[in-house]
Each structure stands twice: as structure tokens, then as C-alpha cells.
Nanobody, 124 residues
Framework: QVQLVESGGGSVQSGGSLRLSCAAS????????MGWFRQAPGKEREGVAA???????AYADSANGRFTISQDNAKNTLYLQMNSLKPEDTAMYYC??????????????????WGQGTQVTVSS
């Protein structure tokens, strides 16, 4: 059974940085796409960043220029570097993986596998 385990969340002040990690139980290079999503209380889950195994990346407007998605296939780990964090970035962050699409989709329905999430809290 595929497992994705996120880590790296925490509490930071506005303007700070965090790097999230997502460790996979399977070889991540075998999946067509992987992504990071977030969900704040009372809001729908939204895509933040995604990458395809061809190296194409996509970002939500809210993340563009501040967040960077990357992966280390040798470590079976997906990363999300988050800089210049804002209070509105506060949410539970989830990583996702799958092969329903080979495009770096920001749509949750395009992913088969999900982690349990890691909480990010940004204070002003």
C-alpha cells in the first residue's frame, strides 16, 4: 500500500520560511505527477504546486514566486519550499501523487494517493 508522509510544518511569523517534505513508500519517479495541496478551516482543498515526472511545474497564483516544488527521486521525497509566508498561508498541507494525469495538475481529483497532512500556521 502506498504511503505518503508529510513533515516540516510548524508555526512561523509572517515573512518566514518553511520547507515541507513528503516521504513516499514507493519510487516517486514512477508516478506521472505529484503535488501539494492545502486546506484551511471552512475552506475547500486547493492546489498549491505540482510537478510532472517530465520536470514541468505549476503553481497557484497565490504561491507563484514564493513557493518552489521539487523532488529527490533517490530519496523518494517531494519538497515544498515556502518563503515570504503570509497569515493566509495557514492551512493543513497535503502531498498527493498519481498517474491519472502526466500534467502537473492542481486539481485534487487527478491524484490517487494522499498523505495525512502537516499543519502550517503563520502569525502576523
Amino acid at each position: 500500500q502506498v504511503q505518503l508522509v508529510e513533515s516540516g510544518g510548524g508555526s512561523v511569523q509572517s515573512g518566514g520560511s518553511l520547507r515541507l517534505s513528503c516521504a513516499a513508500s514507493d519510487y516517486i519517479g514512477s508516478w506521472c505527477s505529484m503535488g501539494w495541496f492545502r486546506q484551511a478551516p471552512g475552506k475547500e482543498r486547493e492546489g498549491v504546486a505540482a510537478t510532472s515526472n517530465g520536470g514541468i511545474t505549476a503553481y497557484a497564483d497565490s504561491a507563484n514566486g514564493r513557493f518552489t516544488i521539487s523532488q529527490d527521486n533517490a530519496k523518494n521525497t517531494l519538497y515544498l519550499q515556502m518563503n515570504s509566508l503570509k497569515p493566509e498561508d495557514t492551512a493543513m498541507y497535503y502531498c498527493a501523487a498519481g498517474s491519472l494525469t502526466c500534467y502537473p495538475s492542481l486539481l485534487s481529483r487527478q491524484y490517487n494517493y494522499w498523505g495525512q497532512g502537516t499543519q502550517v500556521t503563520v502569525s502576523s
